[in-house]
């Protein structure tokens, strides 16, 4: 059985850090492009970071380029998300996703993903 399961939220003053994870059972990472997403109420999800299957590649949305990182342990079957200078507009649920059916490059950033993990809150607020 597939299983994604975000963990690292919660809440954190503006200007803030936060290192979120994804950890895969049941499905290794290696051989999937993993994706993090965001979306708050009433919004659609929204593409904010990939990576490759080797973790050699990654891509990241405009709004977010500088301050998150993403970053992969293939032996830990784990995705990390490290944003730094968190704001209130971060404020969000924040999901990892994988797939094997395209790469990061090409559609890492759209909601296409096959297999989706339960989200992690995230909260900015003084």
């Known amino acids: 059985q597939v299983q994604l399961v975000e963990s690292g939220g919660g809440l954190v003053q503006p200007g803030g850090s936060l290192r979120l994870s994804c950890v895969a059972s049941g499905y290794d990472l290696i051989d999937s492009v993993t994706g993090w997403f965001r979306r708050g109420p009433g919004k659609e999800r929204e593409g904010v970071s990939c990576i490759s299957r080797s973790g050699d590649t990654t891509n990241y949305a405009d709004s977010v380029k500088g301050r998150i990182t993403i970053s992969k342990d293939n032996t830990n079957n784990t995705v990390y998300l490290q944003i730094d200078d968190l704001r209130h507009e971060n404020t969000d649920v924040y999901y990892c996703?994988?797939?094997?059916?395209?790469?990061?490059?090409?559609?890492?950033?759209?909601?296409?993903?096959?297999?989706w993990g339960q989200g992690t809150q995230v909260t900015v607020s003084t």
């Open positions: 996703a994988a797939s094997r059916r395209f790469t990061c490059r090409s559609n890492g950033l759209q909601p296409d993903y096959d297999d």
